[in-house]
């Protein structure tokens, strides 16, 4: 079937007319508002609580503090995606501004805000930790005095623990040849620190959750969740209660971009109605978003030796990233981060040290890149430090050192179809690498070019689930669990269904999400779902073909070496068959259903015994052209170009759009982005005085689709939603260096660093 590769997406027509069901549109007989009573302090004991006052107001149900769940037979308050470190509301202690204190359910908002004025609460202030280099002090205050690790949790975590009597949540070590013998061989060493603020996922919907418990204490919950059946086995867990009484439907998610991965407002709303007796809706206000999930900050320093001719030869690196207060999924990224700091490089001899640190602020977790945007920031800014040094053009180096098909990862498997250095030269080539800038009409507005590149892994082990189902007419329905959030999942599992099928996709439905009805998926997050949801359901569509071939061969006599299929019609010697034609055939009337069913369960070694850390690998590559007042250091972003090994494009047009998104993302967290505090206090959590990009601030964006198709992608395709966003930062950054000679180290890159950078450079020469 031909690819339409400018056709509409099949969830355009609710989501422009304003029809699309978000959770926050939803009502339901009896339901009560809940809100959370925060802490204003970044660490503080709880001497006393109180909330007698509050549940005496009028129209109030229901109220929730330590002493509902702390010793209760029926629930489990600890929970965590990896340690249970996290409770529903504090319980002994606040650990940052924002920590949910108690909540409330009532009939009106205004009655549960007036319920919350009520709740008395005694503080004792403790000292706060509130970066990582205090965190790490000797003696430092602890954030927590012990951590609990569940007996069980995800594979490629099992090994990290908590480092005992410190704010270490985790340290994840790299080791690979020998370091000291590294940097005796290199003609040239270079060392550089570089930092990234914590920063914002900026989704237009907030959290949310509706929780109702039904007759038999069974759990109905709505929730604007990234991984719904993470959500259900947690819930299961705190609750005590079997997964088979836990559902939970997620209606369409207004973005995550790895904000709503793993549980945030639901324990809390579940508890809450259990205790009202009737369901409770939760919706943040923007600020409390702001206090709930962030994206982790980071130190990194980074030492490298390399030859005089470039050769990359060793590198040691200390990556520290603030969790926050709560380890969330902080700990896979510090891995995850520490995997990628040698970059897309060939190094022999490795040193990295990458860690996950608590501090008395909101808790980190997965953003878009997970811990390779932070450190590509470093490793893509050095390496044209580096270059710059030795007069070696920058692409130059790159290509020199990067990897090949079948070179080894840093973690000792070979890398298969990954297309970097295409996609650095497609970048170079778009960018024209090989052109100096056009000059500006003003002699001290300067022009500069910039590239940077990146390797990234999907989270591995995984396993996706799907069914489709061919209705009595030829039709067909898929059943999977992976999460329509603006991505274009939908429409491009319809894709890939209806190509294996070859029926038109407007004629195949993609179910909503709801646990009950569709089978387990790990997570839509790690830009995986197209690889691995997407080859589950190309796997069902086969099944179903398979079973239409015996249909044919049983009903029909007809040998199974006649049989073919294409254009939707099942083609025998001299004639054809609709599908609905076989059905009825089948069942003996117009009515019936056949099921298909695939699962993808990723491998940690592949066919050959190899280690696998990741199913495939993001590769990719940006290049920016920038324009630079050097008596201001105003900054202005003239051209962007992104390239990125896509596979296999599934859809050309949803590819070069998730590749401008991410592109577009990257740039504010480049240029603007940054939470502020002052002494743990959050000073800017709105979106007045936290900045995101605008169309005014966006350039032209150049999307360029590398496809090296991978054998187990459905039809070759990749992931690539996080890839485009990871270069865009250094890309930048090289660029400002091209153009005024000056490197800015700490994002964001605002025109002051630049101006006061230029001043310097200008003092030395004096």
């Known amino acids: 079937m031909e690819e339409r590769t400018n056709s509409r997406r099949l969830d355009y027509l609710a989501k422009v007319t304003g029809r699309a069901p978000y959770l926050a549109d939803m009502k339901l007989p009896g339901l009560c508002h809940g809100r959370i009573l925060r802490s204003p302090y970044p660490h503080a004991r709880i001497v006393r609580i109180d909330a007698s006052k509050a549940t005496k107001i009028s129209g109030v149900v229901a109220t929730l503090t330590r002493d509902d769940i702390l010793d209760h037979p029926a629930l489990d308050p600890y929970y965590g995606p990896v340690f249970k470190d996290q409770t529903i509301v504090a319980v002994d202690k ?35 930790v509130t970066d990582v280099h205090e965190a790490l002090k000797k003696n430092a205050t602890l954030v927590h005095d012990y951590v609990k690790v569940p007996e069980a949790g995800f594979a490629d975590l099992a090994e990290l623990r908590p480092v005992e009597g410190t704010n270490i949540c985790t340290h994840f070590k790299l080791r690979r040849g020998d370091i000291e013998k590294g940097f005796a061989e290199s003609d040239h060493i270079f060392e550089d620190t570089f930092t990234l603020p914590a920063a914002q996922h900026a989704f237009l919907e907030p959290h949310a959750c509706i929780a109702q418990v039904e007759p038999g204490q069974r759990l109905t919950v709505w929730a604007t969740t990234q991984n719904p059946f993470v959500v259900r086995t947690q819930l299961a867990n705190i609750f005590k209660l079997p997964v088979a009484r836990v559902r939970v439907v997620v209606p369409y998610l ?71 207060a709560y ?10 981060s520490g995997y990628t700091a040698a970059g897309p490089y060939r190094i022999p001899h490795l040193k990295i040290d990458s860690m996950s640190i608590y501090t008395n602020k909101p808790p980190a977790g997965a953003f878009r890149g997970f811990g390779v945007s932070q450190s590509a920031w470093a490793h893509e800014s050095q390496m044209d430090i580096i270059a710059h040094a030795l007069k070696i053009d920058p692409l130059k180096l790159r290509l020199k050192n990067g990897y090949d098909e079948n070179d080894t990862f840093v973690t000792g498997e070979r890398l298969t179809s990954i297309g970097f250095k295409q996609c650095l030269t497609e970048v170079a080539s778009a960018i024209g690498w090989d052109e100096k800038p056009e000059p500006a009409k003003d002699k001290h507005i300067k022009r500069g070019k910039g590239i940077a590149c990146l390797i990234k892994a999907t989270i591995t082990p995984s396993i996706s689930s799907a069914v489709v189902k061919l209705n009595e007419d030829g039709s067909a329905s898929v059943y999977a669990g ?99 034609e076989v059905m009825h055939k089948r069942f003996g009337m117009p009515g019936g259903t056949l099921v298909g069913q695939g699962q993808v369960k990723t491998k940690t070694v592949d066919e050959r015994g190899e280690k696998t850390t990741s199913a495939f690998w993001f590769v990719g590559a940006g290049a920016a052209e920038v324009e630079v007042d050097s008596e201001t250091g105003k900054l202005k972003l003239l051209r962007y170009v992104t390239a990125v090994d896509v596979g296999k494009a599934i859809s050309v047009l949803g590819c070069r759009q998730q590749l401008a998104g991410a592109s577009i993302t990257g740039i504010g967290q480049a240029l603007f982005e940054e939470l502020v505090y002052d002494n743990g206090q959050l000073i800017n959590p709105n979106f007045i005085d936290y900045v995101i990009p605008s169309l005014g601030d966006t350039p032209r964006i150049d999307s360029i689709l590398v496809e090296v198709p991978h054998k187990e992608g459905p039809f070759g395709a990749k992931g690539i939603g996080e890839t485009a966003l990871i270069p865009v930062a250094p890309a930048i950054a090289n660029a400002i ?30």
Not at 95 to 119: C, F, N, W
Not at 270 to 282: H, I, N, S, T
Not at 328 to 335: L, S, T, W
């Open 254 to 324: 207004g973005g995550g971009y790895g904000g709503k991965v793993y549980p945030k407002v639901e324990p809390l709303t579940v508890a809450l109605a259990m205790k009202a007796g009737r369901p409770v809706r939760v919706v943040l206000s923007r600020e409390e978003v702001f206090h709930t999930i962030t994206k982790h900050g980071a130190v990194i320093r980074m030492k490298t030796g390399v030859k005089k001719d470039g050769t990359l030869v060793a590198r040691e690196c200390e990556v520290l990233l603030d969790t926050g």
């Open 482 to 580: 992976t999460i329509e959030m603006g991505q274009g999942s939908e429409t491009t599992l319809a894709e890939i269904a209806g190509r294996e099928l070859e029926i038109p996709r407007e004629r195949i439905q993609v179910l909503g999400v709801d646990t009950d009805v569709v089978p387990y998926d790990l997570t839509t997050s790690s830009s995986r779902s197209t690889f691995h949801m997407g080859k589950a359901v190309q796997l069902a569509a086969q099944d179903l073909k398979n079973q239409l071939k015996r249909i044919v061969i049983d009903d029909f006599g007809v040998p199974p070496e006649q049989i073919g299929f294409a254009q939707g019609k099942i083609r025998l010697p001299e004639s054809q068959l609709d599908y609905k």
């Open 94 to 128: 606040v650990r940052h501004v924002g920590d949910p204190v108690a909540a409330v359910a009532a009939l009106t908002p205004e009655a549960a805000e007036e319920a919350l004025a009520a709740i008395e609460i005694d503080y004792e202030e403790l000292p706060a």
């Open 737 to 766: 260096f091209d153009a005024v000679g000056v490197r800015v180290k700490d994002l964001p890159i605002k025109a002051e660093k630049i101006f006061l950078a230029l001043e310097e450079k200008r003092d030395q020469r004096e």
């Open 327 to 336: 380890a969330e999924i902080g700990p896979r990224v510090a891995k995850k």
